[in-house]
């Protein structure tokens, strides 16, 4: 089991569990906002290139973070180390990111955030395979959770989205669900030091494309406040969710995480004027009561 359970009884379960929500319901709402912009930005410029300098200004952040709290004596290898599982998550990661911002900037961001929030998936059955146990009130709530968010891509797929954004959403959902099931592992160590040997990963990755096509794909410095924010949000919402998988179950905490897309289609309903359907709002509905019967 990667993160230690809510089910530990009295007062000090009910915090873990308040902190847990907390922490994961913060870190969705920084994911849908970074999404956001990172979805706009690849609109007009390579999703490969906003999510290479994005990913190197949250390498930025996370060594001021480490250096202030001293995270660095973190056991990187043996059983419980983040050197291996933060690799794994930083490729997997990298790849999921880049598919979310080419489907981003290729369909209606109401639509592709959804699928890609499927990647919850992933993690919630592993942790069930290696043993963790849901009590049998919060499986009703993650199913319903789960169900609204997604439920915003409904109509618009029933009324035939083109193929390539979808695949582009469900690859992501397959590297975020992979990223997310070692991130786990790796906080069990150190989540912050997990996240930067992730970032260091994507930079390398990063650079080895900007060397090959001898650019940043065209960006310009009217640009950097954004990849700053988009980098920042993204490095501290995958900080916050590992912590919360640290004191609480994994299924649970990344049900929760996972709700990133209500926030990047409300925000494409507010900036981008795209329309939400009647079952979008339904799937808002849903998740707000799906993280009330969790914390029931």
């Known amino acids: 089991m990667y993160g230690y359970s809510f089910v530990k009884g009295g007062r000090q379960g ?12 913060f870190s969705s709402l920084l994911w849908g906002s970074s999404d956001f912009e990172g979805g706009r930005l690849a609109k007009r410029l390579p999703a490969i290139a906003v999510t290479g300098v994005s990913q190197a200004f949250g390498l930025i952040f996370g060594l001021v973070l480490v250096v202030s709290t001293g995270q660095w004596k973190a056991p ?3 059983h419980h180390g983040y050197f291996f599982p933060a690799l794994v998550a930083g490729v997997t990661g990298y790849i999921g990111l880049a598919l979310l911002y080419a489907g981003l900037a290729s369909g209606r961001m109401g639509v592709v955030s959804p699928i890609s929030s499927l990647c919850a998936i992933i993690p919630i059955t592993v942790a069930l395979i290696t043993g963790e146990h849901v009590p049998y009130l919060k499986g009703i709530g993650i199913a319903i959770a789960l169900t609204g968010a997604f439920c915003a891509s409904g109509p618009e797929v029933s009324q035939g989205l083109p193929l390539r954004p979808v695949l582009l959403a469900f ?5 975020f669900g992979t990223a997310l099931t070692f991130m786990a592992k790796g906080s ?6 997990t996240m930067v040997m992730m970032r260091i990963t994507t930079l390398v990755i990063s650079c080895s494309i900007a060397l090959k096509y001898r650019g ?21 919402a995958n900080v916050l969710l ?20 209500i926030m990047t289609a ?12 009647r079952i979008q709002y339904v799937g808002i509905v849903l998740a707000v009561l799906g993280v009330a019967v969790i914390s029931a």
């Open 76 to 78: 990187a290898f043996g």
């Open 171 to 175: 690859g992501a959902a397959v590297g």
């Open 216 to 236: 940043v794909g065209g960006i310009q410095k009217s640009d950097l406040p954004k990849l700053v924010y988009v980098g920042m949000a993204d490095f501290s």
């Open 14 to 25: 009910g915090n873990l569990l308040h902190v847990a929500i907390f922490l994961a319901l």
């Open 266 to 277: 409300v925000l494409a309903f507010k900036i981008l004027h795209e329309r939400l359907h």
């Open 242 to 261: 590992g912590i919360a998988s640290t004191h609480g179950l994994v299924s649970v905490v990344m049900v929760l995480g996972s709700l990133f897309p």
């Open 188 to 193: 069990v160590s150190s989540a912050l030091m």
